[in-house]
């Protein structure tokens, strides 16, 4: 079960060494209450009745809530006195309040602040990972795969005589973020490849581009390569001291090469350059797709999103920015985290704008699925699609009935690898059973990535053997015009429970 810590690479070593300790914390209370308690309560029950354990999980979990927020107030009660007029400090997502006599223009002032980070409970992982157990049993009971036991599940056990598989966002480059003139707003820039061909030969045509795209970054004899010196800022950098090379020789946790830019356009104008040196059409033999990860740029205190070191646009300039980019570059069908998930008019704008030319992807607004699933005012925007994680208590069920809700919308579900990764590959089996649109597994390197491409390999000629491998079509955009009509109110894509 992956961790759900967020991993960043450049984190102190306090930060570190306390994201470690909570995750070792974590997996020894999910230990504990496995090996007693659910051991307990799931002893002699069937591993086919997914539903009915998944209810029971479900019910445990709440309990332990609550007997954490008993214990919560009872140590409040219990602390000295002395602590309890002391100002509480503010809230890191809400903005400082403004000199006075400063002048704040209109959308600092109403800029929504950040939601609070949800609270994860200390060994919620047993929930998540009981609920998969049960279902890899239940699929070793039947003596199918997992990815049609999951399948089974969803349709109310109808067989489907075809499936589709999900096709891979592959990540290529992860952009610098913490250097000095790097571009942030980029955190992944990714590779879809085309409906027409099949996984294998779509992966073998992302190893081709990735070779040319390091022998592009490859410096020769200490000087960047000159397809990537054209830029008036490129120039500038080679003189005096040596520039760095653009590509830092390090892996990132994502599984690709991490290095930084000058301006946003550059890493695509790179994989547009490394695909015409080997014979390929960018948008044709080969698509596109950024991970903006918006969602870390905001400045409270300016109200605006830094997407370069001192370069800040506002939650409306950064919609006029994408639509500039899309019309610039076509081949880019995909933007994940474009904006935060609470700037809902600006996601109604993108919508409108750019929702028939590529998708708008919210990963950010779906960590918590169980959550949004009970919670009907949960700030979900309105989007093409979202991607959703298999972390902490997220049932199996969790899934089924949410995947079927947005299947019901029209939206496309994107599986997607948590930070926290582990090298199980039941993610894979999930996104298939599922019939997820994409999956979102990180690059093409580090084992815990690359053996969830080789199930989906796997999976790929066995279905084909069985001849129930169903082709896809090419990638549709979700028509957004009915929903943002004049006099109607955009919907979310989640809808409240009849």
Not at 17 to 37: F, I, L, M, P, Y
Not at 59 to 74: G, L, N, P, T, W
Not at 331 to 337: G, H, N, R, Y
């Amino acid at each position: 079960m992956s961790s759900h810590s967020h991993v960043s690479e450049n984190a102190s070593p306090e930060i570190t060494e306390g994201d470690e300790k909570e995750r070792n914390d974590s997996v020894t209370t999910a230990v504990e209450w496995v090996n007693e308690s659910l051991n307990t309560m799931l002893r002699d029950l069937k591993p086919t009745d997914q539903c009915e354990i998944d209810k029971m999980l479900g019910e445990y979990f709440r309990k332990k809530v609550e007997e954490k927020e008993i214990q919560k107030e009872e140590e409040e009660e219990a602390a000295p006195l002395s602590c309890a007029p002391s100002a509480p400090s503010a809230p890191s997502g809400k903005k400082k309040a403004a000199k006075p006599g400063k002048k704040t223009s209109s959308t600092e002032r109403t800029l929504p602040p950040a939601e609070p980070i949800e609270p994860v409970l200390c060994g919620s992982l047993a929930i998540g990972g009981t609920s998969l157990a049960v279902a890899k049993a239940g699929a070793t009971i039947n003596d199918i795969p997992l990815y049609l036991h999951i399948a089974l599940l969803k349709y109310n056990q109808d067989s489907p005589k075809e499936m589709t598989l999900p096709r891979p966002m592959i990540t290529l480059l992860n952009c610098e973020k913490f250097s000095p003139a790097k571009l942030k707003l980029v955190k992944e820039v990714m590779l879809i490849p085309p409906a027409q061909l099949s996984l294998r030969q779509g992966i073998e045509r992302v190893l081709d581009i990735q070779k040319e795209v390091m022998r592009l970054l490859e410096p020769a004899g200490k000087v960047p390569s000159p397809q990537l010196a054209d830029s008036k800022k490129g120039k500038a950098h080679n003189t005096g001291k040596k520039a760095p090379p653009p590509a830092l020789k390090r892996v990132s946790h994502l599984g690709c090469l991490i290095t930084g830019w000058d301006n946003l356009e550059q890493p695509l104008l790179l994989m547009q350059t490394a695909c015409n040196n080997i014979g390929l059409e960018l948008g044709t033999d080969m698509c596109l797709a950024i991970n903006c990860a918006a969602h870390e740029l905001m400045d409270y205190v300016k109200g605006k999103y830094e997407i370069l070191t001192g370069t800040f646009k506002s939650p409306d300039e950064m919609v006029d920015m994408y639509v500039e980019l899309i019309n610039k570059f076509p081949s880019l069908i995909a933007l994940v985290d474009p904006l935060r998930k609470e700037d809902r008019q600006q996601w109604n704008n993108i919508c409108c704008a750019l929702g028939s030319k590529c998708y708008l992807i919210a990963e950010d607004a779906a960590t918590n699925i169980s959550k949004i699933k009970i919670d009907q005012n949960m700030n979900v925007p309105l989007c093409s699609g979202v991607v959703l994680k298999y972390i902490n208590q997220t049932k199996v069920s969790d899934l089924i009935e949410f995947t079927g809700l947005l299947d019901g919308q029209r939206h496309i579900t994107i599986l997607g690898s948590p930070d926290g990764e582990s090298s199980d590959d039941s993610l894979v089996d999930l996104a298939v059973g599922l019939g997820a649109r994409f999956i979102k597994l990180g690059g093409l390197s580090r084992g815990e990535r690359v053996t969830k491409y080789n199930r989906l390999l796997a999976i790929e000629e066995e279905l084909a053997k069985n001849r129930t491998l169903r082709s896809e079509a090419n990638f549709e955009f979700p028509d957004f015009a009915e929903e943002t009509q004049p006099g109607k109110e955009a919907s979310d894509i989640i809808p409240p429970p009849e």
